[in-house]
């Protein structure tokens, strides 16, 4: 299962965390993608993380503000997002898979085999 929170409302420019909490199956051979959905329009994969070797990757819109976690202790990933924009706004998932980061790419990372509950993210201007 697995468990996204800590959306919110920001002003543009500011910050927020998100965790993906995972259990039921084994966190450390998996890959975690995050991914966004607008009401009305396409999936669009944002970030993934390795946690077998930590190794992430992420679309180009959000390199340099956005940076993907892992702790693997707590079995949880987190998203951190910084400078956000309104066009940042979203419905924020997890997903997991077997498969690593390179087999989806940032991009395609709504395409894993396991999804949590969204978490939504509003970010004003």
């Not at 909490?21 to 966190?27: E, L, T, Y």
């Not at 894993?112 to 978490?119: E, Q």
């Given at each position: 299962?697995?468990?996204?929170?800590?959306?919110?409302?920001?002003?543009?420019?500011?910050?927020?965390?998100?965790?993906?909490?995972?259990?039921?199956?084994?966190?450390?051979?998996?890959?975690?993608?995050?991914?966004?959905?607008?009401?009305?329009?396409?999936?669009?994969?944002?970030?993934?993380?390795?946690?077998?070797?930590?190794?992430?990757?992420?679309?180009?819109?959000?390199?340099?503000?956005?940076?993907?976690?892992?702790?693997?202790?707590?079995?949880?990933?987190?998203?951190?997002?910084?400078?956000?924009?309104?066009?940042?706004?979203?419905?924020?998932?997890?997903?997991?898979?077997?498969?690593?980061?390179?087999?989806?790419?940032?991009?395609?990372?709504?395409?894993?085999?396991?999804w949590g509950k969204g978490t939504l993210v509003t970010v004003s201007s």
């Amino acid at each position: 299962q697995l468990q996204a929170s800590g959306g919110g409302l920001v002003q543009a420019g500011g910050s927020l965390r998100l965790s993906c909490a995972a259990s039921g199956f084994s966190f450390d051979d998996y890959a975690i993608g995050w991914f966004r959905q607008v009401p009305g329009k396409d999936h669009e994969g944002v970030s993934c993380i390795s946690n077998s070797d930590g190794s992430a990757l992420y679309i180009d819109s959000v390199k340099g503000r956005f940076t993907v976690s892992s702790d693997n202790a707590k079995n949880t990933v987190y998203l951190q997002m910084n400078s956000l924009k309104p066009e940042d706004t979203a419905v924020y998932y997890c997903a997991a898979d077997i498969q690593n980061c390179d087999y989806y790419s940032a991009r395609y990372v709504y395409g894993m085999s396991h999804w949590g509950k969204g978490t939504l993210v509003t970010v004003s201007s």
